[in-house]
T-cell receptor, first 113, second 115 residues
Framework: EDKVVQSPLSLVVHEGDTVTLNCSYE??????LLWYKQEKKAPTFLFML????IEKKSGRLSSILDKKELFSILNITATQTGDSAIYLC?????????????FGGGTRLMVKP | DVKVTQSSRYLVKRTGEKVFLECVQD?????MFWYRQDPGLGLRLIYF???????EKGDIPEGYSVSREKKERFSLILESASTNQTSMYLC??????????????FGPGTRLTVT
């Protein structure tokens, strides 16, 4: 059974700190790993990673995948209170009906001023 | 820009009531999904649909049913709401395999409280 595990479960930091969120996976027929940010409502897409060792970057957020060790990290530098959210990682899989996502439990990040 | 909307942001219902959660997407996506989200458990798939009138059970379908009469609309039904169905419910849609990224687009969520 496909599994995605995130750590830590929650994290409290102060503005300006750098954080690293972890996502490990066990997925048959791995294709990609997705990161989402969820504030008070809908998860919004951050990154899709398909290749090992290639960093994806968007502003202060970056993410990288290690397909040998089966994990990904999401880094946020110079955190701001607006980064407070639940961060979800997910791995797609396909069954007979279509394409699905297996989600990790999420990491709740709180950034204090 | 994909838009997924859900009929209610917050809903309070009594035990035993029948509850309808509606989801509409405007991007002509074939696939639609209903998840529930609980602290520490992430998103768990309840049901999904890959075409009109087609539905498949997800990981936790017990106590729920769905309806997809039109491509853009996917409804989640709680036949007899129970307190353990108090949760955040998220709807999502996506293109079928082979038509682009694996990304799913989410609605804003409905926070349902059953008292």
């Amino acid at each position: 059974e496909d599994k995605v595990v995130q750590s830590p479960l929650s994290l409290v930091v102060h503005e300006g700190d750098t954080v690293t969120l972890n996502c490990s996976y066990e997925v048959t027929n791995f294709r990609s790993l997705l990161w989402y940010k969820q504030e008070k409502k809908a998860p919004t897409f951050l990154f899709m990673l398909t290749s090992s060792g290639i960093e994806k970057k968007s502003g202060r957020l970056s993410s990288i995948l290690d397909k040998k060790e089966l994990f990904s990290i999401l880094n946020i530098t110079a955190t701001q209170t607006g980064d407070s959210a639940i961060y979800l990682c997910a791995a797609p899989y396909i069954n007979n009906a279509g394409n699905m996502l297996t989600f990790g439990g999420g990491t709740r990040l709180m950034v204090k001023p | 820009d994909v838009k997924v909307t859900q009929s209610s942001r917050y809903l309070v219902k009594r035990t035993g009531e029948k509850v309808f959660l509606e989801c509409v997407q405007d991007m002509d996506h074939e696939n639609m999904f209903w998840y529930r989200q609980d602290p520490g458990l992430g998103l768990r798939l309840i049901y999904f649909s890959y075409d009109v009138k087609m539905k498949e059970k997800g990981d936790i379908p017990e106590g729920y049913s769905v309806s997809r009469e039109k491509k853009e609309r996917f409804s989640l039904i709680l036949e007899s709401a129970s307190t353990n169905q108090t949760s955040m419910y998220l709807c999502a849609s996506s293109r079928p395999p082979g038509q682009g990224a694996d990304e799913q687009y989410f609605g804003p969520g409905t926070r349902l409280t059953v008292t």
